[in-house]
């Protein structure tokens, strides 16, 4: 009895010391990191350098290994995130070194055992939302059961810099390849954190979610075997630009800072003092537009390499990884990004001309039938929500539609979403179901009864690459999108969160400017 009683005192030491907590220094081999454990039962590191500082010589290049620092790092603070554009002036807050990853954990979990998912933050690439937002409240509504890593990514002329002279002396979408960086340091060293290398679902919103959109089709969908799952949250499908469509960007911003006149231009803009650079970094007109700017002038550029063609081309012919999918959208993805003034017909086809520069008359005349006069609100021109419903369709609702059925049709897990909770603040103003409304509810399930449904949803893909194996047992099964286009509707009128079909008239718009995608550059 004595004995038995000896062995299990040393096993109950064991568990009160509990090696299954993960080690808070962690050893990354060019630097060593003591995170910090929180009272809630997730560790956190923050402010973990991935990539060398991008500035000097690394401006417009793809990013670098960092040095090596032999003294121990607090990750308890955010690493600077990176500067967004247009700018007028120099943000403080915001940093050119800022290729930086923050990682949660479960404290008690056992090393390269639990799912990963990587989030890329949105703002159009060219700014970067909600960079810094906890990614806790997800751990605890999946149980814990994974480990979240999100990044700062270049963005802007930083991250988007497109020329001749980038080209032949630089690396063109250096944001993209910052975050390609980010998802190899994941394969490396993840483990140490508890992670599993092999059990990685890459996410975003809006350029986010282009990002995961660019990921999937990249190097003509080569498989890295960099992330085995992805979630996109309304995936922003712009118009891409090549190089030579870029230069006019890169010609205006050296004459702005009085580079255009230098021998070697681009050493010269790599030299110039970040104030300037910033205190010049308008948006402009697009050559062709109709004269205005667009939402957002950088962007990823079809190189060659990392983006081979059109992003609708490279999914129509198959050439993109095949992972279970998540692609959804918001019921009014258009109204924060449409001018409010908005009179008539010709003034959203100047708008979605400015953003679409391709668009012919025949197709705006096709899109006028297509979308008819909307209903007027306060303060808005009375072809306002008109406008809105055509650009968030065209940009938003109907390539991730489109995306859904392509990985359908290639019999790979697809699931589809609509997030259709309106608030009645957001009902009276007619911004209705805004652009990324769901985030909140997807990352902090506390917000309504919906909010906890999705995390459910969303933790549950994370865990299991489906949404249906650990989801509340008061949600419906979430159905594949099948031929049927079935996705899961969450609606704001008190009915329950349920299964519906795209409807008809949304499937005939949808077919319509998906078929004129690549004719205007998505």
């Given at each position: ?377 306060p303060d808005a021109g009375p072809y306002w929500r008109t406008a809105a419903n055509a650009y ?131």
């Amino acid at each position: 009895m004595k004995t038995i009683g000896c062995i299990l005192g040393i096993l109950l030491g064991l568990a009160g010391t509990s090696k299954a907590d993960i080690d808070l220094t962690v050893d990354l081999n060019y630097a060593k990191y003591e995170g910090v454990k929180g009272d809630d039962g997730i560790s956190h590191w923050f402010g973990i350098r991935y990539a060398a500082p991008p500035i000097g010589e690394l401006k417009f290049r793809a990013p670098r290994a960092p040095t090596t620092n032999p003294t121990l790092q607090k990750a308890d603070a955010h690493g600077h995130v990176c500067l967004s554009s247009p700018s007028k002036s120099l943000d403080p807050a915001l940093s050119e070194d800022c290729l930086f990853l923050d990682v949660y954990a479960p404290t008690n979990g056992s090393v390269g055992s639990l799912p990963v998912f990587v989030w890329f933050p949105g703002g159009g690439f060219n700014s970067l939302s909600g960079a810094d937002t906890s990614a806790s409240p997800l751990i605890k509504s999946g149980d814990f059961g994974f480990v979240v890593v999100t990044i700062n990514y270049r963005v802007g002329p930083w991250g988007f810099l497109a020329s001749r002279e980038v080209k032949e002396n630089g690396d063109l979408n250096a944001g993209l390849l910052d975050q390609r960086r980010a998802l190899h340091w994941v394969q490396k060293h993840i483990h140490l954190f508890g992670g599993d290398p092999k059990h990685v679902t890459i996410g975003g919103a809006s350029a986010g979610a282009a990002s995961v959109d660019l990921h999937l089709s990249a190097y003509g969908g080569r498989d890295d075997g960099l992330f085995h799952a992805a979630a996109a949250e309304s995936q922003s499908f712009g118009a891409q630009l090549t190089v030579d469509e870029s230069q006019y960007q890169y010609d205006a911003l050296v004459k702005r800072v009085g580079c255009d006149t230098a021998a070697d231009s681009l050493n010269c803009l790599r030299n110039v003092d970040i104030k300037t650079l910033t205190e010049n970094n308008p948006n402009i007109p697009t050559p062709g537009s109709a004269g205005g700017t667009p939402n957002f002038m950088w962007s990823n550029v079809i190189d060659g390499d990392f983006t081979q063609d059109y992003t609708y081309k490279l999914f129509a012919e198959g050439k993109f990884v095949k992972v279970p999918v998540i692609f959804g959208d918001d019921t009014n993805e258009g109204t924060i990004f449409t001018p409010k003034n908005i009179s008539d017909y010709t003034a959203m086809n100047n708008f979605l001309l400015n953003n679409f520069v391709h668009l012919n008359p025949t197709q705006l005349d096709k899109i006028d039938s297509l979308y008819p006069k909307a209903e007027d609100y306060p303060d808005a021109g009375p072809y306002w929500r008109t406008a809105a419903n055509a650009y968030g369709e065209m940009r938003y609702n109907c390539p991730g539609i489109k995306l859904s059925a392509t990985y359908d049709q290639a019999d790979v897990p697809s699931y589809n979403y609509h997030w259709d909770y309106l608030t009645a603040q957001a009902k009276q103003t007619g911004v209705g179901v805004s652009h990324t409304a769901e985030i909140g509810s997807i990352w902090d399930p506390s917000g309504h009864p919906l909010s906890s449904i999705i995390a459910s949803y969303w933790a549950s893909f994370i865990r299991s690459k489906d949404p249906n194996t650990y989801k509340l047992d008061s949600a419906p099964k979430w159905e594949t999108f099948g031929g049927n286009m079935q996705r899961v509707h969450f609606p704001s009128d008190g009915s329950p969160v349920a299964m519906e079909n795209v409807p008809d008239d949304q499937k005939k718009r949808c077919e319509y400017v998906s078929s004129i995608a690549v004719d205007i550059k998505q």
